[in-house]
């Protein structure tokens, strides 16, 4: 039996961490990966929270996965309930980022009061992407409120978010949920990685989460391409979506 990879946190550990994280080879520019926790049984939360399922190397792989980012992508749904603010970079990455963190864009499809006095709050570290039905006095009380706000383009999602993220210059584009959304990347494309924490424990009587939600059912083909797990126990991996965009792997 091939048992994965045992990684701490010392520094060659963390730098066999770093590499494992690396895309795949030969996929799109910009590339989109989901970044994702679930347990053992496959709950994505406890308490309508994710942060409840992490462990210290989960830590280390989102924020590693951050750092590498040039783009973070998340639904409003996840940032309300996450309580998100701007990104920051993790001081235990912080060498391998010169930077500033990245944007993080919080998609919307209605722009509602409660997303606006998050996001009016949080500055500029937070931005707002409103898809194309978005009604214009929505997006002019936003806009009064000082966030940016940008309109996806109308069409399939493996193509408007890829221009939306090459709008920014990004080459590594990070998502981190939730599960509506995802479902919806995943069923259009526009999702090339899968990161997943499994954290080492099985969730009894808890939320009732997925970590991804469609309505119709969709099949959606994945290779694992890193796999790892720590002292403190959890599976790390990295899924590859096969087809050659993202696209012909969906059936």
């Given at each position: ?179 509506r959304l995802l479902g919806t990347f995943l069923r ?49 991996t990295r899924w590859v979506v096969t087809g050659t ?7």
């Open positions: 039996m091939t048992r994965p990879t045992v990684l701490d946190d010392d520094p060659a550990a963390l730098e066999a961490l770093w590499a494992a994280l690396d895309p795949e080879p030969g996929l799109p520019v910009p590339c989109i990966r989901a970044v994702m926790i679930s347990s053992v049984d496959g709950t994505t939360t406890v308490d309508g929270r994710s942060g409840g399922l992490g462990t210290p190397t989960d830590r280390l792989v989102y924020d590693a996965m951050r750092a590498r980012s040039d783009l973070v992508l998340v639904g409003s749904g996840t940032v309300l309930a996450e309580g998100y603010g701007p990104a920051r970079t993790a001081a235990v990455w912080a060498d391998r980022r010169p930077g500033p963190p990245p944007v993080v864009l919080v998609f919307t499809r209605t722009l509602g009061d409660d997303l606006i006095d998050h996001c009016a709050s949080a500055g500029d570290g937070l931005q707002v992407v409103a898809t194309h039905g978005v009604t214009g006095d929505r997006l002019t009380a936003a806009r009064a409120r000082g966030i940016t706000v940008h309109v996806l383009d109308p069409g399939p999602l493996r193509n408007t978010v890829r221009s939306l993220a090459t709008h920014f210059g990004a080459s590594e584009v990070t998502f981190e949920g939730g599960p259009e494309g526009a999702v090339d990685e899968l990161i997943l924490s499994m954290s080492p424990e099985i969730i009894l009587g808890g939320d009732d989460s997925r970590l991804a939600e469609a309505t119709a059912t969709t099949r959606v083909p994945l290779r694992v391409a890193a796999a790892f797990t720590c002292p403190r126990g959890g599976l790390y965009d993202g696209r012909e792997g969906v059936r």
